[in-house]
């Protein structure tokens, strides 16, 4: 380390200072990246569940489907899907976790009623309601895992942020600015017995 | 439909016809034999059942299981135009209350398209192709109308055109849709009812009616629809009486529903102790549907081979071909989506 610092006393006190401030200030980031691998960890073992259901749900929507586009025809699934005049939407918003903004979203029209999806009741397939209410379940799963997925993500890189901060701290400014500090006084001492030596001889002379 | 006519019949040569037709659909071996073999060569097999031409019409821009399914559609409006060409006076308007239905099913996807606002192009690429000629009309409501109402407009002249017209206010698509279905009903038990007397056709078009409500009243526990809907969408007409089918929409659960149908005389309750049982397993309404359906195609069978001269043999030959339809889409369908043999099979009717 290149020691461009002047080694005087005011010097010593402000670096004191700053070590001081530095080390709360670590101190405050370590409880931020504690924290937010906590929040990390509960969000995480919550997105694997989710995940799990989203995987069996998309499974049983798929399997509905099938059986919906094999028994009643590819052409009636899809004339049954353009009837609906309410389609699926989402809207993302911010919310905030211990400073960290992640996207909130919400959807509007994601499970149908049957009213909503506007086909006549007499006519109906039952296969074609089953696909219709599994891709609904499948969409709110599927909106549910992507504002986890995408919360989990800024998480991870705040985490990320917060971890190089840290380490920064713990090992390059806080270690160099004691060296600073060490090295200050040092040289202050250094300092005082060379004018203690100084004036020893003018007293000899 | 309404309008039955009473000129000269060709039952004889007619049933004669239809019979031969039949004779000369895919048999169970032979589908089962399809069912053996894999998505990409079932294609080619059925092309070699009869289904080239229409097949090689869709070839140019579809693929898959949807060139497939467009092919097999199409060849069923031709084999159903060329059955009705050789159909005349009476047995015509009787073989017609069958026919008819498929037109009413594509006035609900034009009226569905005009409602949701599909594009013209989607409806032409993946709905009402117009490679089949038989789409053409469909297409042109399609293409210039802009709101239901105009959609109405244009269909009048049809009996669907003058069902809608009927109606009265601001109508969603699901109460026109219900109003058609309710029609095609009415209308098919009047015609029959009125023409020289074909108990076997009313009776099985009133079990049909009975299966569809049973059906419905089983989908509307599922979507908790309330008591006054359920009781608006019973078809009238089927031999289950209207007071039980009353009870019956009052019944919360499968079981329920089946107790209060049990009440009526004409309520065949077999099989349904097993397809509740595997319905409350599986968590679908598929085991009640395949019995429905069983039971409509074993009865339509017999009196097929009861009354050879009548317009069984004929209406029956457009079951089996509906059939065969559905039974190659299934395996198309089920192949490319990876369903497995047992499913496909199951689902599969002769």
Same mark, same amino acid.
């Given at each position: 380390?290149?020691?461009?610092?002047?080694?005087? @006393?005011?010097?010593?006190?402000?670096?004191?200072?700053?070590?001081?401030?530095?080390?709360?200030?670590?101190? +405050?980031?370590?409880?931020? @990246?504690?924290? +937010?691998?906590?929040e990390?960890?509960?969000?995480?073992?919550?997105?694997?569940?989710?995940?799990?259901?989203?995987? *069996?749900?998309?499974?049983?929507?798929?399997?509905?489907?099938?059986?919906?586009?094999?028994?009643?025809?590819?052409?009636?699934?899809?004339?049954?899907?353009?009837?609906?005049?309410?389609?699926?939407?989402v809207?993302?918003?911010?919310?905030?976790?211990? *400073?960290?903004?992640?996207?909130?979203?919400?959807?509007?029209?994601?499970?149908?009623?049957?009213?909503?999806?506007?086909?006549? +009741?007499?006519?109906g397939?039952?296969?074609?309601?089953?696909?219709?209410?599994?891709?609904?379940?499948?969409?709110?799963?599927?909106?549910?895992?992507?504002?986890?997925?995408?919360?989990?993500?800024?998480?991870?890189?705040?985490?990320?942020?917060?971890?190089?901060?840290?380490?920064?701290?713990?090992?390059k400014?806080?270690?160099?600015?004691?060296?600073?500090?060490?090295?200050?006084?040092?040289?202050?001492?250094?300092?005082?017995?060379?004018?203690?030596?100084?004036?020893?001889?003018?007293?000899?002379? | 439909?309404?309008n039955?006519?009473?000129?000269?019949?060709?039952?004889?040569?007619?049933?004669?016809r239809?019979?031969?037709r039949k004779?000369?659909?895919?048999?169970?071996? #032979?589908?089962r034999q399809?069912?053996q073999?894999?998505?990409?060569?079932?294609?080619?097999?059925?092309?070699? %059942?009869?289904?080239?031409?229409?097949?090689?019409?869709y070839?140019?821009?579809?693929?898959?299981? =949807?060139?497939?399914?467009?092919?097999l559609?199409?060849?069923?409006d031709?084999?159903?135009? !060329?059955?009705?060409?050789?159909?005349?006076?009476?047995?015509?308007?009787?073989?017609?209350?069958?026919?008819?239905?498929?037109?009413?099913?594509?006035?609900?996807?034009?009226l &569905?398209?005009?409602?949701?606002?599909?594009?013209?192009?989607?409806?032409?690429? !993946?709905? %009402?192709?117009?490679?089949?000629? &038989?789409?053409?009309?469909?297409?042109?409501?399609?293409?210039?109308?802009?709101?239901? !109402?105009?959609?109405?407009?244009?269909?009048?002249?049809?009996?669907?055109?003058?069902?809608?017209?009927?109606?009265?206010?601001?109508?969603?698509?699901?109460?026109?849709?219900?109003? %058609? =279905?309710?029609?095609?009903?009415?209308?098919?038990?009047?015609?029959?009812?009125?023409?020289?007397?074909?108990? &076997?056709?009313?009776?099985?078009?009133?079990?049909?009616?009975?299966?569809?409500?049973?059906?419905?009243?089983? #989908?509307?526990?599922?979507?908790?629809?309330?008591?006054?809907?359920?009781?608006?969408?019973?078809?009238?007409?089927?031999?289950?009486?209207?007071?039980?089918?009353?009870?019956?929409?009052?019944?919360?659960?499968?079981? =329920?529903? %089946?107790?209060?149908l049990? #009440?009526?005389?004409?309520?065949?309750?077999?099989?349904?102790?097993?397809?509740?049982?595997k319905?409350?397993s !599986?968590?679908?309404?598929d085991?009640?549907?395949?019995?429905?359906?069983?039971? #409509?195609?074993s009865?339509?069978?017999?009196?097929?081979?009861?009354?050879?001269?009548?317009?069984f043999?004929?209406?029956?030959?457009?079951?089996?071909?509906?059939?065969?339809? &559905?039974?190659?889409?299934?395996?198309?369908?089920?192949k490319?989506?990876?369903?497995?043999?047992?499913v496909?099979?199951?689902?599969?009717?002769y």
């Amino acid at each position: 380390m290149a020691l461009d610092i002047k080694p005087t @006393r005011s010097e010593l006190i402000n670096l004191k200072r700053r070590i001081k401030q530095t080390s709360s200030g670590y101190n +405050l980031l370590k409880m931020k @990246r504690d924290g +937010l691998f906590h929040e990390f960890r509960t969000l995480l073992s919550e997105m694997i569940s989710a995940r799990e259901e989203l995987v *069996g749900t998309y499974r049983d929507a798929l399997q509905a489907i099938s059986l919906a586009s094999s028994i009643e025809g590819g052409l009636s699934v899809k004339s049954a899907a353009i009837a609906a005049s309410k389609r699926p939407e989402v809207s993302v918003s911010k919310r905030n976790i211990m *400073g960290v903004v992640v996207p909130k979203v919400d959807g509007q029209n994601l499970k149908l009623s049957t009213e909503d999806r506007g086909l006549g +009741l007499i006519g109906g397939s039952p296969y074609i309601d089953e696909a219709a209410d599994s891709y609904s379940l499948l969409i709110e799963k599927v909106v549910k895992a992507a504002e986890m997925e995408a919360t989990l993500k800024r998480l991870l890189e705040e985490i990320e942020a917060t971890k190089r901060r840290v380490n920064a701290l713990e090992f390059k400014v806080i270690p160099e600015m004691k060296e600073a500090q060490t090295f200050i006084q040092l040289r202050l001492e250094e300092m005082e017995r060379e004018e203690t030596f100084r004036l020893k001889r003018f007293k000899n002379k | 439909m309404s309008n039955v006519s009473y000129g000269r019949s060709n039952v004889y040569n007619a049933s004669a016809r239809a019979k031969a037709r039949k004779a000369s659909l895919i048999d169970s071996t #032979r589908m089962r034999q399809l069912l053996q073999q894999g998505p990409d060569s079932i294609g080619a097999s059925i092309g070699e %059942l009869g289904y080239r031409t229409e097949m090689d019409m869709y070839a140019s821009r579809m693929s898959g299981a =949807d060139a497939v399914e467009a092919a097999l559609f199409h060849n069923m409006d031709n084999d159903i135009h !060329q059955v009705m060409s050789f159909c005349h006076g009476h047995l015509r308007s009787l073989v017609a209350i069958y026919v008819e239905r498929f037109d009413y099913e594509k006035a609900k996807t034009v009226l &569905r398209a005009i409602n949701g606002g599909a594009s013209d192009e989607m409806i032409e690429d !993946q709905i %009402l192709p117009p490679e089949n000629t &038989r789409n053409s009309p469909w297409l042109a409501i399609v293409r210039s109308t802009e709101g239901l !109402q105009e959609a109405v407009d244009a269909m009048s002249g049809t009996p669907w055109g003058r069902t809608l017209s009927k109606l009265e206010g601001d109508l969603t698509l699901e109460e026109m849709e219900n109003a %058609l =279905d309710m029609q095609y009903f009415s209308d098919a038990i009047k015609a029959v009812k009125s023409g020289k007397g074909e108990p &076997r056709l009313l009776r099985y078009l009133r079990m049909e009616i009975d299966h569809r409500n049973i059906i419905n009243q089983l #989908r509307a526990i599922r979507l908790e629809t309330s008591q006054e809907k359920r009781s608006s969408i019973v078809i009238p007409g089927g031999r289950i009486d209207n007071s039980v089918m009353k009870q019956a929409c009052l019944a919360t659960n499968d079981s =329920d529903l %089946l107790e209060a149908l049990g #009440r009526s005389s004409s309520f065949d309750a077999t099989g349904f102790e097993e397809a509740m049982s595997k319905s409350s397993s !599986q968590g679908t309404l598929d085991p009640y549907a395949e019995l429905l359906s069983h039971q #409509r195609h074993s009865l339509l069978k017999k009196f097929s081979h009861l009354s050879p001269i009548s317009p069984f043999p004929v209406i029956h030959y457009i079951e089996c071909k509906a059939l065969e339809i &559905r039974n190659l889409r299934l395996l198309v369908r089920g192949k490319a989506a990876g369903l497995p043999d047992d499913v496909i099979e199951a689902h599969m009717d002769y």
